[in-house]
């Protein structure tokens, strides 16, 4: 007897890669003949196609594009308090709008269907010489690793599901498999991808429109994050040395494929259309001003956007060392807090925009007086009380294309990045030196990235301890604003003293005479919580709601 599902997406769905709704639900709709689609190789790859629209793909996602998983950190605030990132903030990680826990989980399972879907049938499918089926195989474990990953990291052991599910099966209550298994799913998946995929875009067909697709490198490269995570302190709390061997060397396999460097210029990592640096991206071209996260989410009014809902935090400004290469709490670093912008590393003004700097042709005012004799304050253009403007006298450099600006057409590109060849130095120097200590390769790979930015190397002689808070340190502002910090910090098992510490901003008075006084401030009221069981978030009270039993939440929810 066929297997009839149900289709709820309209045929343009069969040929819309970036469609928001699942290709085929088991919802009452439509009828459409699951076999008929296979018995077509372009409806087949186009069925596989659409696993890739279950991916997370931009920076801005946690209602639409109005929130990024940096304001859960020490990266950022949001100026409004939407209930996205606020229930992350206060430890409120059940309450349905926390959409990073609820969305995502629904999310992920949806790929996984629908790539569990695609391995079931492909067989069926008489594939010309057109397509590659191992190739198209590869890309359904790889992505079934991708989404069991985004899983893990959230939830831990989750409910493993490596066949599609008829009617019946759905509504059967299954338990969570282990921590052990479903990293066990994860590796065999990314194993079997690696042999199965090209190795790199450009070994595609028509590399140049596959920019986006799944190869063996960004295999390696998932694998890689994945040992990272299982060996940090989180997962590893016998800091066994093995699990760093294991991950160092498969950061190791990708640098001796020498196929990937760094991009010369830091500034340029997220804005072109090809890089030797990407190992996986999703193009994101056509940044354009209106209608975009850019202005209705980091824009400010002052500057022609709706509101902007993301203030880099002083928390992160201070991570920047001096171009000496000294931190500024270094007395001998040169720092001066009333010239507190001047000669830092050059990623700081890729990344933040501050008071003073030109931007879009003219001066960023994030300043204000202190109040006069009838008790007014006058504010500079880009601050004020409104909800919608900064609280930290910063804003967001490194997400906002300049040629992105009111009452332009131009626009530009912004790529999401999935893996770069930076993490992939980061990630090996990591490893190494929590397996051997601040060994010369450990030097290497951070000097490299440092290099590129335009500062000096790392000092020589630093102990184990000294290189792991340094490695630390260069993660936060080499990935600054990419999705990363947030992850960082669990796996560490830091969130106690990163998010739980008092946030920060900068108070700017402009004095009579023009000059300007800087204040470093506490921000009580963007104050976020941080508590043990939070490492793991909890399972979806819907999905909660479903079980009779066998679904166990995790501990401390």
């Known amino acids: 007897m066929k297997k009839i599902i149900y289709l709820l997406v309209s045929v343009i769905a069969l040929t819309s890669y970036s469609c928001k709704k699942d290709f085929l639900q088991r919802d009452v709709g ?3 003949d699951l076999e008929q689609v296979f018995e077509d190789p372009l409806t087949a790859s186009r069925f596989g196609d659409f696993t890739y629209t279950f991916s997370i793909n931009d920076y801005g996602r946690l209602s639409g594009y109005k929130g990024m998983t ?18 992350m903030n206060t430890g409120q990680f059940l309450d349905p709008g926390a959409s990073d826990v609820t969305g995502i989980y629904s999310q992920m399972y949806r790929g996984i269907r629908n790539a569990n879907l695609m ?18 195989k590869g890309e359904q474990l790889y992505l079934r690793a991708y989404f069991y990953f985004e899983l893990l990291r959230r939830f831990g052991g989750v409910v493993i599901l490596t066949e599609p599910q ?21 590796m065999t998946d990314l194993e079997q991808a690696i042999l199965l995929l090209p190795l790199t875009n450009s070994d595609w067909p028509n590399p140049a429109a596959q920019a986006n697709r799944a190869t063996g490198a960004a295999a390696m490269a998932l694998k890689a994050r994945v040992l990272m995570f299982d060996a940090s302190p989180l997962n590893n709390s016998a800091n066994d040395l093995s699990k760093w061997q294991k991950a160092a060397a498969a950061s190791k396999a990708i640098m001796d494929l020498n196929k990937f460097s760094l991009e010369p210029t830091y500034a340029n990592v997220l804005t072109l259309p090809n890089s030797n640096e990407y190992i996986r991206i999703w ?13 209705d989410f980091l824009i400010p009014t002052s500057y022609g956007g709706a509101q902007s809902n993301l203030s880099p935090l002083q928390n992160h400004v201070d991570l920047y060392e001096m171009s000496n290469g000294k931190v500024i709490t270094d007395p001998t670093s040169g720092y001066n807090p009333q010239s507190p912008y001047i ?21 960023v005012q994030t300043w204000q007086t202190e109040p006069n004799a009838q008790g007014v304050i006058t504010y500079g ?76 190397d790392l000092p020589t002689g630093l102990t184990q301890a000294e290189m792991r808070e340094r490695i630390k340190n260069e993660r936060a ?26 946030m920060k901003g900068m108070k700017v008075i402009k004095n009579a005479n023009g000059t300007f006084t800087y204040t470093v401030v506490e921000l009580p009221a963007f104050q976020k919580v941080f508590n043990n069981h939070m490492y793991l978030y909890p399972i979806p009270r819907a999905e909660m709601n479903k079980t009779t039993g066998a679904l166990k939440q995790n501990p401390g929810w």
């Not at 391995?119 to 198209?136: C, E, Q």
């Not at 008829?166 to 994860?186: G, H, K, M, Q």
């Not at 929590?434 to 500062?455: D, F, H, P, S, W």
């Open 381 to 456: 253009q880009d601050i004020s009380t409104a909800a919608s403007i900064t609280k930290t006298s910063y804003y967001l450099k490194r997400l906002w294309p300049e040629a992105s600006r009111s009452g332009s057409t131009a626009s530009a590109m912004l790529n999401y990045v999935f893996y770069r060849y930076a993490e992939v130095l980061m990630n090996y120097a990591e490893a190494l030196n929590e397996e051997l200590g601040a060994t010369t390769e450990v030097y290497n790979a951070v000097n490299a990235i440092r290099k590129r930015a335009g500062m000096p």
């Open 477 to 502: 502002v080499e990935f600054a604003f990419e999705d990363m910090r947030w992850w960082d910090i669990l796996r560490w098992k830091k969130g106690t003293e990163i998010v739980a510490q008092p």
């Open 343 to 363: 000669n830092r590393d050059p990623r700081f003004y890729v990344n933040i925009l501050y008071n003073g700097v030109t931007w879009q042709g003219r001066a």
């Open 166 to 186: 008829d009617f019946t099966e759905a509504s059967t209550d299954l338990s969570r498999n282990s921590y052990a298994e479903t990293l066990n799913r994860v």
């Open 283 to 295: 193009p994101r071209g056509g940044r354009g001003f209106i209608g975009t996260y850019l202005s």
């Open 119 to 136: 391995m079931a049938n492909m067989d069926k499918t008489p594939w010309t010489n057109l397509y590659n089926p191992s190739y198209i």
């Open 70 to 87: 940096s304001q859960f950190t020490d990266e950022s605030i949001a100026n409004n308090g939407q209930i996205e990132v606020a229930a």
């Open 30 to 32: 439509i009828q459409s």
